[in-house]
């Protein structure tokens, strides 16, 4: 099992203060992996380091065995990393169709066969795909967002906080596309607040808390830690 | 005895004193709009035309071409003029103050344009485009030099009693105030400040130290007319003067009006020995100058050669 | 009466509404993507009619053969300001920009001063017999070739940014910048792409008005306010909306002086500009998103 | 004393609270608990007067206030601080914390012109308390840097600091935990609870450190989707089995 992405000992953050405080995280291409942790514990800055949107001050990222560090998202994307950021992540002024080309900004050719795809893997998107982005429920302007970054074909999804926002249901949809689209051979890393619904589906998960690795391992036996649950609660 | 050549250099450099003093008003005035309260005011000429013929009006003789013979004092001259600025700051502040700074700029363009038509069309307010040739100037003596020195006292004191009064309202409670909202108006508004008040504050005092400079400069050169409110001449250097001194320092404010001033009229000297055909052009060469002084600015100094200073202390 | 009112009001209006439209298009667009006003936009028209008298000198061709090449030009000069005078500001607080811009307004103006002399100009123009339609409706031929030339624009221009790669991925940047970021979407193209349209509209709006009227060189400036007015109404960042608002400013303006009551004019002509102030301060109190929902300050 | 009657708030499509009613009592603390996106800070602002509600209504000690705007909820004794710390950048923290008392006869622009004497009195006396305040939050040593220099849980720090200034009835906390660390969190606690004790100030506040809200509330209302979905002592609501749903994931059991 060869490693799609590798962060180790990431330290970075906004401006002076350091939000990240040393954390690693691996995934391989087959894998859906999990970023946990309670309220401030650095999972979405950890994801935005990955794709150059917060300086990494110490630390490395691989891609596929390339060292990324600090690469602009624009060469990432060429890389094959698409990331799907947890607030505004569709263009609202823009139907729907338009959102996917502008998705496959990056690329030239096969764009019609990208699009074909994420119909396929998302059916909900096809029939609103003259729709502005704006006028779409949040659950289908999630699809949106994440079709939008299917269509640079990418080799590693991620997705910051897909479930922010939507109802148990809109959310079980969303993580059955996610499914889908990993069993399409997509490395997926998501980062969630909701937990035992992510933990649930993931491979393995990560549990992040002060900026730094607190616990990793398969998603169910990390829901099955007490000691995981106490954290979010309260410990 | 003062030989003719050093005389005329004596006047000249009094001359530059003197609208130094009073470009140095009206950057205070833009200060306490921008520096302090973060207002945009792109229409610096309208104020200053609204001061400048208010004064006018009301301090000169009788005229069939424009209304007036009033013959008020000059002092009651400086104190319509404040007051007619400050009320058309109130209301086109009333409807542009809480948008966005871009907006004010655009509403204080707005206005300064349509005072520009207005005081170049209601001929029996203003003689048109002939102007108003009777403005009366205080201090007149038989020696030019003593009547230029003592204009220049007078603009001095005038400048230092509103750099002692602005300063004293910025190094203060209210200034502490302006200077929050300025940073953070949700914030500010959130701690209980009436930020569209004290917005309209400082922008209604700012319009009337602007009215007082048009005042001043009329009676300097005796004489208002529209092209005085050219937005070049007034607003634009004015705003190169605060940039160039420091937005938000009241000595930096003064500083920059003084310095852009001697820059700006002593290039004039070089441009008088060209030829009169290339005389012209040149001027406009000078404007250019200008532009680009201010764009080296905003790149290079962007806080001014006094920059606001921090660490404020209010002391009695 | 009616006629009259078409011939010497209406007719006036739409000519005057399409130069502003073109001028507005790119105030609207420069807001929508690089967030900030841009007030050397009228003077970028004055460049352009300019560059277009040049350009009739030199060539001795009729204006309409060296618009292309003015607007060309006028667009390569707003990509080479921008790079200079802009691009370095990019990071500090938007309001500087806005500074600067009022500092690129004057050097504009001054250096064609400089170059062209204040004195009012024309592009050679022999003497237009009006198209008679119907009888009775007189249109002069260069306001057909304005109106028609600004419609071919303004459909090519929406085409574009509908059709198009780069198009699109403007609408993109001007509908959220750090999404297009994270898309993988090349921003500084955009940027250009965004300079060159709005430098070639404002020539051509540019060469327009000094055709219908004469050039002076404070052409542009005098155009800031209607047609911020414009961008304003049709609401921040929508194109399409400014060409509305701009048609709606300039016949308003033309529509304002129409004496509708009796002999007397509604407003004499010397407040025309006045007009467009007035609708833009209402605007901004009843309706700050403009007429197509644009974006608000 | 605080009562949202039946609101909703809608962000175009997006419907951030929902037919939302709660209510906040005299002299309690009151905690905000649920899950990102179900609508607390957006409740916030509009107790806070930042947005007006789409329907429904805000009641502050039996008065509507829904349509006024921030600062005169400010004058009537509610205030609110930012969950990401809105400082003024260019005031030091001293300044950040002088500004904020109402009423300060030097906030007239005229004041230093005619009451020099007076305005540089109250100062002095303003300036002790600030000094106090600082002290009491561990600020002293930066009094005189730029709020913008500060890091964040300094920033966080000054944020409780102006709530202080104020004495106001009722403070809205949002987030104050988020970023500051365990030992400090545990003294502001300590101060919070304090103010509420001696000095009767009301609280209400979201925060996501359940040992904080377990520590400190009398009262605890969890929101999921922008409704109040249950509410309680911090005890009951722990063992809701919907509210570890909604924080530990919902329908979704296997994958």
Redo the contacts between chains.
């Keep these: 099992m060869s490693l799609l992405l590798e962060a180790r000992e990431l330290v970075g953050g906004y401006g002076g203060t350091d939000i990240l405080n040393g954390v690693s995280l691996s995934l391989s291409r087959e894998e859906i992996v999990v970023i946990v942790g309670p309220n401030g514990a650095g999972k979405s800055t950890a994801m935005k380091a990955l794709f150059g949107l917060v300086t990494v001050r110490s630390g490395t990222v691989w891609l596929d065995g390339l060292d990324v560090t600090n690469a602009a998202p624009e060469t990432l994307v060429k890389r094959g990393m698409a990331y799907v950021p947890q607030e505004a992540n569709v263009f609202t002024t823009m139907t729907v169709e338009e959102n996917l080309d502008m998705g496959a900004y990056t690329r030239r050719s096969g764009i019609q066969a990208a699009k074909d795809r994420v119909y396929t893997l998302l059916p909900a998107l096809k029939a609103k795909r003259r729709q502005p982005a704006g006028e779409l429920s949040g659950g289908q302007r999630q699809m949106v967002a994440i079709g939008r970054a299917l269509m640079v074909d990418p080799k590693l999804l991620m997705l910051d906080e897909p479930s922010a926002g939507l109802s148990p249901k809109v959310l079980d949809e969303i993580l059955d596309a996610i499914l889908a689209i990993n069993r399409s051979g997509v490395g997926v890393l998501m980062v969630e607040q909701n937990a035992k619904a992510a933990l649930s589906m993931a491979h393995r998960g990560y549990v992040l808390q002060g900026g730094k690795n607190r616990f990793e391992g398969p998603g169910p036996a990390l829901l099955a830690n007490r000691e995981i649950a106490e954290l979010f609660l309260g410990g | 005895m003062i030989s003719d050549a050093n005389l005329g250099l004596i006047m000249y450099a009094i001359a530059l004193m003197n609208i130094g003093a009073i470009y140095a008003i009206l950057s205070l005035g833009l200060n306490l709009q921008w520096g302090v309260a973060g207002l945009f005011n792109a229409g610096i000429a309208g104020f200053f035309a609204v001061g400048a013929y208010t004064s006018a009006i009301l301090t000169a003789p009788d005229s069939p071409d424009f209304l007036g013979g009033f013959e008020l004092p000059i002092p009651l001259g400086w104190v319509g003029a404040m007051i007619v600025s400050g009320a058309l700051a109130l209301v086109i502040g009333a409807a542009t103050i809480r948008l966005r700074s871009d907006y004010l700029a655009i509403g204080t363009i707005g206005i300064a344009e349509i005072l520009r038509l207005f005081l170049k069309n209601e001929e029996w307010l203003t003689n048109g485009v002939r102007g108003i040739t009777t403005v009366p100037r205080p201090f007149q003596f038989d020696q030019p030099l003593l009547s230029e020195l003592s204009f220049l006292g007078m603009t001095l004191t005038l400048l230092l009693i509103a750099y002692v009064a602005i300063e004293r309202s910025v190094n203060s409670p209210w200034g502490r105030m302006m200077r929050a909202i300025r940073d953070n108006e949700v914030a500010a508004a959130a701690m209980g400040k009436h930020v569209e008040r004290r917005r309209l504050e400082a922008f209604v005092l700012g319009s009337m130290l602007m009215g007082l400079g048009g005042a001043l400069m009329s009676q300097y050169f005796r004489f208002i007319g529209p092209e005085a409110t050219e937005p070049f001449q007034i607003t634009f250097l004015v705003w190169v003067m605060l940039i160039a001194g420091g937005a938000g320092n009241n000595r930096g404010a003064i500083l920059g009006a003084f310095l852009i001033w001697a820059i700006w009229s002593m290039t004039e000297l070089v441009t008088r020995q060209l030829p009169p055909d290339w005389a012209v052009r040149a001027g406009y060469l000078r404007i250019f100058l200008v532009g680009l002084l201010l764009q080296v600015v905003l790149q290079r100094f962007a806080r001014g050669l006094l920059p606001e200073r921090i660490r404020q202390r209010i002391r009695p | 009466m009616l006629i009259d009112f078409i011939n010497n009001y209406l007719m006036n209006g739409i000519v005057l509404g399409c130069i502003y439209a073109l001028g507005a298009i790119g105030i609207t667009l420069l807001f929508g993507i690089l967030r900030f006003s841009h007030f050397a936009h009228g003077d970028m028209m004055t460049l352009g009619a300019y560059l277009g008298l040049a350009g009739v000198w030199i060539t001795g061709q009729p204006v309409w053969i060296v618009l292309p090449i003015a607007m060309a030009a006028t667009a390569g000069v707003a990509v080479g300001i921008d790079r200079a005078f802009y691009h370095p500001l990019r990071n500090a607080p938007t309001i500087v920009a806005v500074i600067a811009s009022f500092g690129v307004a004057l050097m504009i103006r001054s250096a064609i001063q400089v170059i062209f002399g204040v004195e009012i100009r024309s592009y050679a123009r022999g003497f237009e017999r009006p198209i008679l339609l119907f009888d009775a409706v007189r249109i002069l031929p260069r306001h057909v070739w304005i109106i028609g030339l600004t419609v071919v624009l303004v459909v090519g221009l929406q085409l574009f940014l509908k059709m198009t790669r780069l198009g699109k991925a403007m609408r993109a940047v001007s509908d959220n910048p750090s999404l297009a970021r994270v898309t993988g979407i090349n921003t500084r193209a955009v940027v250009i792409a965004t300079w060159l349209i709005g430098g070639a509209l404002a020539a051509a709006g540019g060469v327009f008005l000094g055709l219908d009227t004469q050039l002076d060189t404070n052409l542009g400036w005098n155009l800031v306010l209607p047609m911020f007015a414009a961008a304003v109404l049709g609401g921040i960042g929508q194109p399409v909306g400014a060409v509305l608002g701009g048609l709606v400013v300039g016949i308003a303006e033309e529509l304002a002086t129409y004496p509708f009551f009796g002999g007397q004019a509604l407003l004499s002509p010397a407040y025309k500009s006045a007009v467009a102030f007035a609708i833009l301060i209402l605007m901004l109190i009843i309706r700050p998103t403009g007429i197509l929902k644009g974006r608000v300050f | 004393m605080i009562a949202v009657e039946n609101v909703t708030l809608r962000f175009?499509?997006?419907t951030a609270v929902d037919h939302c009613s709660l209510t906040v009592a005299t002299g309690k603390i009151t905690g905000l608990i649920g899950?990102?996106?179900?609508g607390k800070t957006s409740l916030f602002n509009i107790v806070?007067g930042?947005y007006k509600p789409s329907s429904g209504r805000v009641l502050l000690d039996g008065e509507d206030i829904s349509g006024l705007?921030?600062?005169r909820r400010?004058?009537k004794g509610l205030?609110?601080t930012?969950q990401i710390p809105?400082?003024?950048?260019?005031?030091?923290v001293a300044?950040?914390l002088?500004?904020?008392p109402?009423g300060?006869?030097?906030?007239?622009?005229?004041?230093?012109?005619f009451q020099?004497?007076r305005?540089?009195a109250?100062?002095a006396a303003l300036m002790e308390r600030v000094t106090e305040v600082m002290a009491f939050l561990r600020l002293s040593h930066v009094a005189?840097e730029?709020a913008s220099n500060l890091?964040?849980g300094q920033k966080k720090l000054l944020e409780l600091g102006?709530t202080m200034m104020?004495r106001p009835k009722i403070v809205l906390l949002d987030?104050i935990g988020?970023?500051v660390n365990k030992s400090l969190l545990a003294e502001l606690a300590g101060d919070i609870k304090r103010l509420n004790t001696e000095q009767g100030m009301t609280f209400f506040l979201i925060e996501?450190?359940?040992?904080?809200?377990?520590r400190l509330c009398d009262h605890v209302i969890v929101m999921a989707?922008g409704r109040v979905l249950t509410q309680g002592t911090a005890a009951e609501v722990?063992q809701d089995q919907r509210v570890?749903?909604a924080?530990?994931?919902?329908?979704?059991?296997?994958?």
């Design positions: 175009g499509g997006v899950p990102n996106g179900a806070a930042r705007p921030p600062h400010f004058e205030l609110r930012f809105q400082e003024f950048s260019r005031l030091t300044e950040n002088a500004m904020v109402a300060q006869t030097g906030e007239q622009v005229w004041a230093r012109w020099s004497g305005v540089a109250d100062e005189d730029l890091s964040g102006r104020a987030e988020a970023g996501h450190d359940m040992d904080l809200i377990a989707e722990k570890l749903d924080y530990l994931g919902g329908g979704r059991v296997s994958a």
